[in-house]
């Protein structure tokens, strides 16, 4: 049990950066068109069309506008604002721009985005004076060589060096040397600040009283019980112990998720719907990785909290329909019963696709594989939410239903 706010594993001796661009698709329109400077910028759909903002300024964001937002909602609360589509072959040269200055550091850099990564540079002490000068570096040369600012977050860890570059944006500088500031700085903030807890896991905690970081610290027993694995990863993460690696993805094993439902589900067609969001989440996951997997695997943990794993490795594949389809065959083998958390992992990774393909098939694989293409063309233009398939459009809507929404 945890009785008081000092973790019992400090990690001290790892330096990892953070690294997030300010609002930045629309700071490279103002970079390159500065009469847009100052003026609530919103890229994504116009307000004609159907579609989400992409990204926005923060001059946009003070009417409530973010990410994903429908594209009218954004328009109702700012229609004076200036609306754009995203313009990709830009915002990836400036990109490019960017990670060049990146690999001047380290070669351990785990790329998230276009515009945002973490840089573990524990052995560059020597060469470029401790972590803070080369976050220091970074900025100054993104603002001098690709005229676009950035926040830097200096920490010991995956979660403290995320949440210092979010200390002071935009285009601030911010360093959590240990555990201890970790937890002086958040333990009154939300249990949403902690890395992995969304909104359904905070109504969970809510239910015992547990809202914020210090209640996490104040109750762990409580936290483990009600939410098994995560509730431990939880709780060594409020006490600032984060051992996560900074992983390049050439070094990627796996990508996956998983959801722990609020009620234990016994309705199969209601979890073959949540296999199709998910696979569609991943296949986007992974094609923005230019990946394909060999391997896909299912794990369901029952209500009495028994986990199984079911796997299948074959041709390598980072279409939806596949994922799916996979995961799918594997659910089907499984005992039925209560189920309380269900996700899919995909792993085994290559570069290239791989069929093993007949004189019947190729036609039809042909036309997926075109379809796969333009749907991800889209999102890479409007953002991910942009369109979705007519499966995964029922499946969404269905499950949407069947949890009352």
Same mark, same amino acid.
């Given at each position: 049990?945890?009785?008081?706010?000092?973790?019992?594993?400090?990690?001290?001796?790892?330096?990892?950066?953070?690294?997030?661009?300010?609002?930045?698709?629309?700071?490279?329109?103002?970079?390159?068109?500065?009469?847009?400077?100052?003026?609530?910028?919103?890229?994504?759909?116009?307000?004609?069309?159907?579609?989400?903002? #992409?990204?926005?300024?923060?001059?946009?964001?003070?009417?409530?506008?973010?990410?994903?937002?429908?594209?009218?909602?954004?328009?109702?609360?700012?229609?004076?604002?200036?609306?754009?589509?995203?313009?990709?072959?830009?915002?990836?040269?400036?990109?490019?721009?960017?990670?060049?200055?990146?690999?001047?550091?380290?070669?351990?850099?785990?790329?998230?985005?276009? *515009?945002?990564?973490?840089?573990?540079?524990?052995?560059?002490?020597?060469?470029?004076?401790?972590?803070?000068?080369?976050?220091?570096?970074?900025?100054?040369?993104?603002?001098?060589?690709?005229?676009?600012?950035?926040?830097?977050?200096?920490?010991?860890?995956?979660?403290?060096?995320?949440? #210092?570059?979010?200390?002071?944006?935009?285009?601030?500088?911010?360093?959590?040397?240990?555990?201890?500031?970790? @937890?002086?700085?958040?333990?009154?903030?939300?249990?949403?600040?902690?890395?992995?807890?969304?909104?359904?896991?905070?109504?969970?905690?809510?239910?015992?009283?547990?809202?914020?970081?210090?209640?996490?610290?104040?109750?762990?027993?409580?936290?483990?019980?009600?939410?098994?694995?995560?509730?431990?990863?939880?709780?060594?993460?409020?006490?600032?112990?984060?051992?996560?690696?900074?992983?390049?993805?050439?070094?990627?094993?796996?990508?996956?998720?998983? @959801?722990?439902? @609020?009620?234990?589900?016994?309705?199969?067609?209601?979890?073959?719907?949540?296999?199709?969001?998910?696979?569609?989440?991943?296949?986007?996951?992974? @094609?923005?990785?230019?990946?394909?997997?060999?391997?896909?695997?299912?794990?369901?943990?029952?209500?009495?909290?028994?986990?199984?794993?079911?796997?299948?490795?074959?041709?390598?594949?980072?279409?939806?329909?596949?994922?799916?389809?996979?995961?799918?065959?594997?659910?089907?083998?499984?005992?039925?019963?209560?189920?309380?958390?269900?996700?899919?992992?995909?792993?085994?990774?290559?570069?290239?696709?791989?069929?093993?393909?007949?004189?019947?098939?190729?036609?039809?694989?042909?036309?997926?594989?075109?379809? *796969?293409?333009?749907?991800?063309?889209?999102?890479?233009?409007?953002?991910?939410?942009?369109?979705?398939?007519?499966?995964?459009?029922?499946?969404?809507?269905?499950?949407?239903?069947?949890?009352?929404?």
């Amino acid at each position: 049990m945890v009785d008081s706010m000092k973790t019992k594993e400090p990690e001290k001796s790892r330096k990892i950066i953070h690294i997030d661009m300010d609002a930045f698709y629309a700071a490279v329109e103002v970079r390159d068109n500065p009469a847009l400077m100052g003026k609530p910028l919103i890229i994504g759909a116009l307000p004609s069309e159907r579609g989400v903002v #992409a990204t926005c300024s923060y001059e946009a964001r003070t009417f409530g506008i973010r990410s994903a937002m429908s594209i009218k909602e954004a328009y109702r609360r700012c229609p004076d604002g200036i609306y754009m589509h995203p313009n990709m072959k830009k915002y990836v040269e400036a990109s490019a721009k960017i990670h060049e200055i990146w690999d001047k550091y380290t070669d351990k850099i785990e790329h998230l985005s276009l *515009d945002e990564g973490y840089l573990d540079v524990t052995g560059a002490d020597y060469m470029f004076g401790g972590a803070a000068a080369i976050g220091h570096e970074i900025r100054e040369r993104t603002k001098a060589e690709v005229g676009l600012t950035c926040s830097v977050g200096i920490g010991y860890s995956m979660m403290s060096a995320k949440l #210092a570059s979010e200390e002071k944006k935009p285009d601030g500088f911010f360093e959590i040397k240990d555990a201890d500031a970790l @937890q002086r700085l958040i333990s009154d903030r939300s249990v949403r600040t902690i890395y992995g807890v969304g909104i359904k896991t905070a109504e969970e905690l809510a239910k015992i009283g547990v809202t914020t970081v210090r209640d996490i610290l104040k109750a762990p027993d409580r936290v483990a019980s009600l939410l098994g694995n995560h509730g431990h990863q939880i709780v060594g993460l409020a006490q600032g112990i984060d051992k996560r690696e900074v992983t390049p993805y050439s070094e990627v094993k796996s990508i996956g998720t998983e @959801q722990t439902f @609020q009620k234990d589900i016994t309705d199969f067609n209601y979890l073959a719907d949540f296999l199709l969001l998910t696979a569609e989440r991943l296949s986007c996951d992974v @094609q923005q990785k230019s990946l394909y997997a060999r391997t896909i695997t299912i794990k369901v943990t029952y209500a009495d909290m028994k986990s199984i794993t079911r796997s299948k490795s074959g041709d390598a594949t980072n279409s939806t329909r596949e994922i799916y389809a996979t995961a799918i065959e594997l659910l089907k083998k499984i005992e039925k019963r209560a189920i309380r958390l269900i996700g899919i992992t995909l792993s085994n990774f290559t570069e290239t696709p791989a069929r093993q393909m007949s004189l019947f098939q190729d036609a039809a694989n042909a036309r997926h594989d075109k379809l *796969d293409g333009a749907l991800m063309e889209i999102r890479n233009k409007f953002g991910r939410g942009a369109i979705k398939s007519a499966s995964v459009y029922e499946a969404e809507k269905r499950v949407k239903e069947s949890e009352g929404e």
